[in-house]
């Protein structure tokens, strides 16, 4: 589901930042770039994030800006300065030269200047509560916009049950008119007609073109959308199962169909049905 969150936090160790951004994904997929401070925070982000969401492809994003303060201190490694004097002196007589070494020419040297490690923790349990804020965003953020989903599925619900009732109210003027179509053109017929056998065709006929049972099953499969878009839960592979009932149902009355309002009732709703699908892809 397609959603972004946005956090800060700021003290006396410098600026913090956590951006979540999630779109449409049948699994859920994670992708987690952090500064070098926070590289150890990595199983704990994908742990939390896994905990809170279920489905989506998601990019989490930590930005660290160190105060001026916090920036890690720098020490000379007095033995190893001393070391280097002493080697450069005997190099120095060794070639008959009194000039000393310059004391940049030492600070220079892999190892004379040594930085302080940071201690890191307090910015690490910080990152760790800004994801919690972050994620609570997120999740509210998906929410909403599931809301307005759920409010445009129903709507096509609503518009497929008027095209249901719509066949319901066409399907008996349909068989009156088909029966009269079969009679008009067998009394072109010069044979004697059996109107027995007659009967037992319109009969045969009648309970192939008969859509009551996918009206049902319809009105069956559309109660439970919407009663599945009411629960707390993720609902997103359950209505795409019902969306492929829905579209099984479409199928047979467009195979059963002899009328031309038959066919564009059946056109409707594999319409409406596609566009459910679509909406059902961005929700968990």
Request: charged letters at 35%; one cysteine or more.
């Amino acid at each position: 589901m397609t959603s972004f969150s946005r956090r800060e936090s700021r003290d006396e160790l410098g600026e913090l930042v956590c951006e979540l951004r999630s779109v449409n994904h049948r699994y859920l997929e994670l992708f987690v770039r952090l500064p070098e401070e926070l590289r150890a925070l990595e199983p704990l982000v994908r742990e939390r994030v896994a905990a809170r969401l279920g489905r989506g492809k998601v990019d989490c994003l930590f930005r660290f800006v160190p105060s001026k303060s916090a920036t890690a201190g720098v020490a000379v490694n007095e033995r190893f300065a001393q070391q280097i004097i002493d080697a450069a002196g005997e190099v120095g007589l060794l070639l008959h030269e009194s000039v000393p070494p310059r004391a940049i020419d030492i600070l220079r040297w892999p190892g004379v200047l040594e930085t302080e490690e940071l201690d890191l923790t307090p910015v690490h349990k910080r990152a760790a509560a800004l994801l919690d804020e972050t994620l609570d965003g997120l999740v509210e953020s998906r929410h909403r916009e599931g809301g307005r989903l759920a409010e445009l599925i129903i709507q096509r619900c609503g518009a497929m049950r008027e095209e249901v009732a719509k066949v319901k109210q066409l399907m008996p003027q349909l068989l009156v008119s088909l029966r009269d179509r079969l009679r008009a053109r067998l009394a072109e017929l010069t044979a004697e007609l059996d109107e027995g056998r007659i009967e037992q065709e319109m009969v045969l006929l009648t309970q192939r073109l008969d859509v009551d049972e996918e009206m049902d099953r319809l009105q069956t499969h559309l109660d439970e959308v919407e009663a599945v878009l009411a629960r707390d839960e993720p609902v997103g592979r359950r209505l795409d199962f019902l969306m492929q009932e829905l579209n099984r149902e479409a199928n047979t009355l467009g195979s059963k169909s002899n009328d031309v309002e038959m066919t564009r009732v059946s056109v409707e709703l594999k319409v409406l049905i596609e566009q459910m699908r679509e909406q059902i892809q961005n929700i968990e």
